[in-house]
């Protein structure tokens, strides 16, 4: 009698073992891709963004120091960019045109803001955007029956508001404007914020300050690809 000896299957262990050591090697390449992803965000993206708002402290402490040798008194967030004109600066009660003295503030202040930054190379290359914000305060309008008159109606003469100074910028005729006046008016742009963004002091709304025009820059956001390209160097 004969004695078949039945032995393993030599190749279909090794392929398996190909396969497992496959798979582990693409997992490793997996971890090693998301903790350079991990650590690429936390330092590249943090690093630009601190970088970027350095450059907004930077720039709006120029823009308020000119305003100021000018004797035109803002409220400015240095941190943010924005730039703050109360509306009693610039309207009537519940009225969107500028008043005599609005249109007198505006002579004074537009000429020192725009050429502040729009003739220094430095920093109005790096603008993606000029914005006008118009707000109001929460109170009830008047002549609103319902809720939702109430907020339409201060939508509009937010954005209205925010609208008439763009027009008085884009109308102005000041020294230096023709020099930047194209690259000006593709970066204006124009918001209406109605009450979203009340003013709060001590726990409730203080609606003088609610009633505001915002000016903010905003700067092109370079931080990522600015990240990738470093990356790419150290790799």
């Known amino acids: 009698m004969k004695y078949i000896k039945y ?5 279909s262990e090794d392929d398996s073992n190909v396969f497992w050591v496959t798979m582990s090697d693409l997992l ?9 992803l991990f650590v690429f965000a936390i330092t590249g993206f943090t690093q630009n963004k601190i970088n970027e708002q350095e450059t907004q402290y930077q720039v709006t402490e120029k823009i308020v120091n000119e305003l100021k040798k000018n004797n035109i008194d803002v409220e400015a967030d240095k941190f943010s960019g924005r730039i703050k004109i109360s509306d009693l600066e610039l309207f009537e009660l519940n009225s969107w045109e500028l008043s005599p003295k609005g249109k007198a503030y505006m002579a004074k202040f537009v000429p020192v803001y ?10 109005s290359d790096n603008i993606s955007q000029i914005i006008i914000e118009g707000h109001t305060d929460s109170q009830t309008f008047a002549g609103a029956k319902s809720e939702e008159e109430k907020y339409y109606r201060n939508m509009e003469l937010s954005l209205r508001r925010a609208s008439s100074v763009a027009k008085y910028i884009v109308y102005s005729d000041f ?3 023709n020099k930047y006046e194209k690259q000006l008016f593709k970066l204006l742009s124009v918001e209406g914020k109605g009450p979203s963004e009340p003013v709060i002091v001590n726990g409730k709304e203080d609606y003088s300050k609610s009633r505001r025009v915002e000016l903010k ?6 931080s990522v690809l600015d990240s990738i390209k470093n990356f790419n160097k150290k790799s």
């Open 217 to 222: 820059i905003m700067f092109k956001d370079k």
């Open 175 to 177: 020294k230096g404007k």
């Open 7 to 11: 032995g393993t299957n030599q190749n």
């Open 28 to 36: 490793l390449g997996l971890v090693v891709v998301f903790m350079v």
């Open 114 to 123: 725009l050429n502040t930054i729009m003739q220094d190379k430095k920093i």
